[in-house]
């Protein structure tokens, strides 16, 4: 699993820095603050599933590498503004000063809109397939970072600072903020597949559990590991309050929780069989992971 994920991050990396401006290119500043987060380390987990989601449907993982790239710059320009001081104001993100800390807000601010900016031009690389259009893809991209689902996880988690939070809600906040995005990525990468109605549900059936589980790690990381390991903040949310799954219900039931979820993702992809293997593998790893 090492050497996969080694080998795809590689592969996301060297797209990434074919598609996006040189950092030379004019006005430098913003193209600089877009490589400066974009390369600052991150997991490559959006993109990686999105390459195996392809593979898992038939197809060609290069076909699918400007959309795997598309949500990859979604999810950093997310990660931008969401360190601002006017949301959850942090100073350090994938081990290294956080953009506006850097660059200033101004050019933060900017370089996240750049950022989503130009994930849809990613997306409209692509020349479709016979079951889905570059229109499609598009769309796909826009509901899950939109106002129902990405920004949506995000008001709602503004909106319940300082407050108790359900676990309904919380689970509400997980699924926009997290489980919506990760789902994309497989569904765009099932999609550059040409995969049937049925395959992209059972993938869609999958990313959203796995995406749920992915946050309820995530809140546990944040009490159990170090800001080193993480390369941001830990105890953050303790300390701020916020709602979390270990807030709400305990470690040992978040942990629970995210076993349950990880095994429910799994069930979704049984009757594919073979082809799913790289998904199952990829799912325990992240139920595994310490950082
Ligand atoms: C500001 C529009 C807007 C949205 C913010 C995504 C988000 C909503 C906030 C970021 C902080 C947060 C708790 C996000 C939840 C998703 C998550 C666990 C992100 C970290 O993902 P990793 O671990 O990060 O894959 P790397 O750095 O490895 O890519």
């Keep these: 699993m090492k050497e996969y994920l080694l080998a795809r991050q590689k592969m996301v990396d060297a797209?990434?820095?074919?598609?996006?401006?040189?950092?030379?290119?004019?006005?430098?500043?913003?193209?600089?603050?877009?490589?400066?987060?974009?390369?600052?380390?991150?997991?490559?987990?959006?993109?990686?599933?999105?390459?195996?989601a392809a593979e898992c449907c038939g197809g060609d993982p290069a076909e699918a590498l400007p959309l795997a790239c598309a949500v990859e710059c979604i999810h950093t320009y997310s990660l931008i503004h969401d360190d601002l001081p006017c949301m959850d104001n942090d100073d350090f993100r994938r081990g290294m000063p956080t953009s506006h800390k850097v660059f200033g807000e101004g050019i933060a601010v900017l370089a996240g809109d750049a950022l989503l900016t130009f994930a849809f031009e990613l997306a409209a690389r692509v020349p479709g397939w016979p079951r889905y259009s570059p229109r499609d893809v598009i769309r796909e991209l826009a509901v899950a970072s939109g106002s129902?689902?990405?920004?949506?996880?995000?008001?709602?988690?503004?909106?319940?600072?300082?407050?108790?939070?359900?676990?309904?809600?919380?689970?509400?906040?997980?699924?926009?903020?997290?489980?919506?995005?990760?789902?994309?990525?497989?569904?765009?990468?099932?999609?550059?597949?040409?995969?049937?109605?049925?395959?992209?549900?059972?993938?869609?059936?999958?990313?959203?559990?796995?995406?749920?589980?992915?946050?309820?790690?995530?809140?546990?990381?944040d009490v159990t590991q170090t800001t080193e390991k993480l390369g941001k903040s830990a105890g953050k949310d303790a300390a701020a309050e916020k709602a979390t799954y270990p807030s709400l219900v305990g470690l040992e039931r978040s942990r629970r929780t995210a076993r349950r979820l990880t095994e429910q993702a799994r069930t979704a992809l049984k009757p594919i069989g073979k082809p799913a293997a790289d998904l199952l593998t990829l799912a325990d790893h992240l139920l595994q992971r310490d950082f």
């Design 15 to 52: 797209a990434l820095d074919h598609y996006l401006p040189k950092a030379n290119a004019k006005p430098a500043t913003i193209h600089k603050a877009m490589r400066y987060s974009l390369f600052a380390g991150g997991k490559r987990l959006r993109p990686i599933l999105c390459l195996a």
């Design 148 to 221: 129902r689902h990405l920004i949506a996880g995000q008001v709602i988690d503004l909106e319940s600072e300082g407050k108790k939070v359900s676990l309904p809600r919380l689970k509400f906040i997980h699924e926009s903020k997290t489980a919506a995005l990760l789902r994309c990525s497989l569904r765009l990468g099932a999609m550059s597949a040409n995969a049937t109605p049925a395959r992209l549900q059972r993938l869609s059936d999958f990313g959203l559990a796995l995406g749920l589980a992915f946050q309820v790690i995530d809140d546990i990381l």
